[in-house]
């Protein structure tokens, strides 16, 4: 059973920082992609992708964040990371970690103005 479990949300203010956790247990986690995805309020379906990363390492971000996000992922860790910089309230939302049809529970990110 694939458990994601993330972690490192909290309220900030706009400018500022947070860093993004998730766990993977239950797979091999090395040879997945992996991604982060948010869910904007009041948009109860809808995820958009925010940032993936392969294997092997190449990575690709949604336009919105690129220049500020950095997804990384340490596989002896089995652990998947997103530092987000310069945040802006738009940013705000439940981000959830991704690996093909597993979810974690996500992490409410609140940028405040």
């Known amino acids: 059973q694939v458990q994601l479990v993330e972690s490192g949300g909290g309220l900030v203010q706009a400018g500022g920082s947070l860093r993004l956790s998730c766990a993977a247990s239950?797979?091999?986690?090395?040879?997945?992609?992996m991604g982060w995805f948010r869910q904007a309020p009041g948009k109860q379906r809808e995820r958009e992708l925010v940032?993936?990363?392969?294997?092997?390492?190449?990575?690709n971000y949604a336009d919105s964040v690129k220049g500020r996000f950095t997804i990384s992922r340490d596989n002896a860790k089995n652990t998947l990371y997103l530092q987000m910089n310069s945040l802006k309230p738009e940013d705000t939302g439940v981000y959830y970690c991704?690996?093909?049809?597993?979810w974690g529970q996500g992490t409410q990110v609140t940028v405040s103005s």
């Open positions: 940032a993936a990363i392969t294997s092997g390492g190449s990575t």
């Open positions: 991704n690996q093909h049809h597993y």
């Open positions: 239950g797979s091999i986690f090395m040879i997945y992609t």
